[in-house]
């Protein structure tokens, strides 16, 4: 497991250099998919869907309202309930395991990659000391693991949340603010310190910003495409994930704190 993988890196980082680990700052919560990982439309997730409300023998409920699955949060088993779908879990367990095919397939194929700026943002912000990396993804465990794995980038993060682990499920999902805040007791006590107040949400679409804003941390929005601009929503906004360095991580939670 990456977790353990990596705690026991920080065992033995905190045997040697004891006064490092202490010195931790910041923590800066990552999404996986579409911030670091870049499917480029490779995956059809709304087919996906579609292909699980046809393996549970189910009418397929019209696109509007599929769309509004992604952001149910705590009332996806309602509005699954409410297209008569009698089982949630297995409704999701049968969309996963699309999801690993299909996903799993395109990655081996090369098909989905990670964004040039991952690596050397990744490797800045860990090799500074300063900032503890941790993984909240709304994706299930097997296919987080896979693709930080496959990827060569587990290691440097410290947590991974993803679905079906840790008590993280559907109800708690993102846009709820309930992973953030559990990243935050898990690595809190991990290194003996409190990282509220000193976090930071770091996600490619809304639904990252929600639970930012709904954890009551900063978030910052990674939009590629420059056109968006300034941050207008409540959050920051960068075009390229070198930026968020430990220095803007300082000034986006000091912002944040004083509520300019
Ligand atoms: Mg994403």
């Known amino acids: 497991m ?15 250099h004891p006064t490092v680990i202490h010195t ?38 019209p696109v509007a309202e599929r769309d509004a699955l992604w952001r149910a949060g705590k009332n996806h088993a309602d509005l699954l309930r409410s297209w008569g779908v009698a089982s949630p879990r297995a409704f999701w367990d049968a969309f996963d395991r699309l999801d690993f095919e299909a996903r799993s397939g395109a990655i081996k194929a090369g098909r989905i990659g990670l964004f040039p700026d991952c690596i050397p943002a990744l490797s800045a ?8 990396l941790a993984v909240h993804t709304n994706t299930p465990y097997k296919l987080a693991r896979y693709q930080l794995e496959h990827f060569n980038i587990a290691r440097y993060f410290e947590a991974l949340l993803a679905l079906d682990v840790d008590g993280y499920d559907q109800s708690r999902a993102k846009p709820e603010p ?8 898990k690595i809190g006590s991990a290194y003996g310190a409190d990282f509220t107040g000193r976090t930071a949400f770091i996600g490619d679409s809304r639904i990252d ?13 990674v939009s590629r495409d420059t056109s968006i601009g300034d941050a207008k929503g409540g959050f920051d906004v960068v075009s390229s994930l070198v930026q968020a360095t430990p220095r803007f991580l300082g000034s986006v939670i000091r912002r944040f704190g004083t509520g300019l």
């Not at 977790?3 to 890196?9: A, M, R, T, V």
């Not at 910041?26 to 409300?53: H, K, P, R």
């Not at 910003?209 to 929005?221: E, V």
């Open 178 to 185: 309930w992973g953030i805040h559990h990243l935050q007791a």
């Open 2 to 16: 990456i977790n353990s993988i990596s705690l026991g890196h920080f065992y033995l980082t905190h045997l040697v």
């Open 209 to 221: 910003m929600d639970a930012a804003r709904n954890a009551r941390i900063p978030g910052i929005l």
């Open 125 to 132: 912000l860990h090799d500074s000391g300063r900032v503890v």
């Open 24 to 61: 931790r700052e910041f923590l800066a919560i990552f999404d996986v998919d579409g911030t670091m990982v870049n499917l480029s439309g490779a995956i059809d997730f709304d087919a996906l869907l579609v292909d699980a409300f046809k393996e549970l023998g189910t009418d397929v409920p």
